[in-house]
């Protein structure tokens, strides 16, 4: 059953498309409230002042895609349209949640082919068209060029870091 679930995830994600039933959206808002757990742990960290860095962030702006709502696709039922707003209310919760910085990066979709050809190219076009459209709550967000060399790219984020932390 596990097996079959994983494999209808990009039928929820695709925004063209339709939820495939109602134990798909279970399935999905189940994924949904298991990331908003780890995001309460991490936010009960950094509440007591602990310095959290991660390689994720919950955002609304685009479903499907960028650790955002799972659900993506239209709900052919009201049970299915519920389940829906309630997925997209724990993301909108989690997103109002301002990140200190977000080191954002950008890259063409050859490159990442490149890096990870097992990849529909189709869904790579829309991630890469889609990462601009990503504002965290208005965070302030610092653009890198993912392609310039691995050194020149860490400078720069560990600096963006610095001057975030030491204006925190």
């Known amino acids: 059953m596990q097996g079959w679930l994983e494999g209808i995830a990009d039928r929820l994600r695709d925004p063209s498309g339709e939820i495939p039933g109602v134990l798909a959206a279970r399935y999905a808002l189940r994924r949904s409230r ?10 009960a960290m950094r509440q007591r002042g602990i310095v959290v860095v991660t390689d994720r ?4 702006e685009v479903p499907g895609l960028h650790d955002g709502p799972i659900m ?6 009201e049970a299915i349209a519920r389940l829906k ?7 909108e919760d989690m997103a109002g949640w301002r990140p200190t910085l977000v080191i954002r990066l950008s890259v063409d979709v050859d490159t990442v082919m490149a890096r990870k050809p097992d990849h529909p190219r189709p869904l790579i076009e829309r991630k890469v068209a889609t990462v601009p459209a990503l504002m965290f709550s208005g965070a302030p967000i610092v653009d890198l060029d993912a392609t310039m060399p ?3 790219e860490l400078a720069l984020a560990i600096a963006a870091v610095d001057q975030a932390l030491a204006s925190a």
Do not use: C, M, S, V
């Open 57 to 60: 962030y919950p955002q609304i």
């Open 34 to 43: 298991k990331r908003r757990k780890q995001f309460d742990t991490l936010l």
């Open 85 to 91: 707003r309630r997925e997209r209310a724990l993301y």
């Open 72 to 77: 993506a696709g239209a709900a052919p039922t």
């Open 150 to 152: 691995y050194d020149q």
